[in-house]
């Protein structure tokens, strides 16, 4: 039992440095390759890889979660669409602190949309982690950039999306829904992209980056957070992942893309208790007491 445990955090842990690196990766990558093209092959590649190897529980399932998936497509196209334009006018540390928001959000959306009122806990971290959006986003006049905007506004329709694929979780296979919804993803991105991209070009030396965000920071992450959150308490498990946007700074900051000082520390670290406070409700301080 101790070694499932251990490889369920390895294998979370694993999944949040793959997806912290991801953020540098997509800020070269749409250096070179327009925001809707970088996301038709990066989800089609990964819908392909997730359907070769789970390809009979997409045959046994895959009508069943047709329309729960074109849903929750839309809502990921929408999601990483955003959040990757964001990118184009802010920094990745900025963009993965950003988008970490939306596990603060979800509370909040799921009372406006089931009347599901939020605890102390989750009002607690609002406000931290509004605190902590002001030091990292708001300029000396008091205005906020697009790239942060548009990261932010990435971080709303995420939390739909999570309350959205979490519904329908409950009530399909996971992985047929989700090989689904990455598909629809990649079709809605295609057309997009034949809309509004026509003439861009794709460079050859982008393609390793393309590679690494379809297989490693989408479908082998992916499965590594399936099988890490199978063997993992959740309170654990939502440290682990939230540990995603630190690895994004780090990373970052190694690759000399960020510039930290004092102000964005604090608003990196008010956003991060934010989210383990949102996500955990401090269970594991309470165990400990207990």
Not at 52 to 67: E, M, N, Q, W
Not at 78 to 86: D, N, R, W
Not at 136 to 159: C, E, F
Request: aromatic fraction near 10%.
């Amino acid at each position: 039992m101790k070694n499932h445990t251990l490889g369920g955090r390895l294998a979370l842990l694993t999944a949040a440095v793959i997806w912290g690196s991801s953020f540098i990766v997509m800020k070269d990558a749409v250096n070179d390759v327009p925001v809707f093209l970088l996301l038709a092959i990066r989800f089609t590649i990964a819908a392909l890889l997730l359907a070769a190897i789970f390809f009979k529980r997409l045959v046994r399932d895959g009508r069943a979660v047709l329309r729960p998936g074109a849903l929750c497509g839309v809502l990921l196209l929408a999601a990483y669409a955003t959040q990757t334009f964001g990118l184009t006018g802010t920094t990745p540390g900025k963009n993965a602190f950003l988008t970490a928001v939306y596990c603060v959000l979800v509370p909040f959306v799921t009372w406006l949309l089931f009347r599901k009122r939020p605890t102390v806990y989750n009002w607690a971290a609002a406000v931290l982690c509004l605190s902590g959006i002001g030091l990292v986003s708001l300029n000396g006049d008091m205005t906020i950039g697009y790239g942060d905007a548009l990261t932010l506004l990435g971080g709303v329709i995420y939390a739909l999306h999570l309350i959205a694929l979490s519904h329908f979780s409950r009530r399909h296979d996971a992985i047929a829904l989700t090989t689904v919804q990455f598909a629809v993803t990649a079709a809605l991105a295609w057309v997009l992209s034949w809309l509004t991209e026509r003439d861009a070009a794709l460079p050859l030396q982008a393609w390793p980056q393309l590679m690494y965000l379809a297989v490693f920071a989408t479908a082998a992450a992916l499965l590594l957070q399936s099988i890490g959150q199978s063997l993992t308490p959740p309170a654990q498990a939502a440290i682990l992942l939230s540990l995603e946007s630190v690895f994004g700074v780090l990373f970052s900051v190694a690759m000399g893309a960020e510039q930290v000082t004092p102000q964005l520390l604090l608003g990196f670290a008010l956003i991060f208790v934010s989210v383990i406070v949102s996500e955990t409700q401090l269970s594991f301080l309470r165990r400990g007491r207990g």
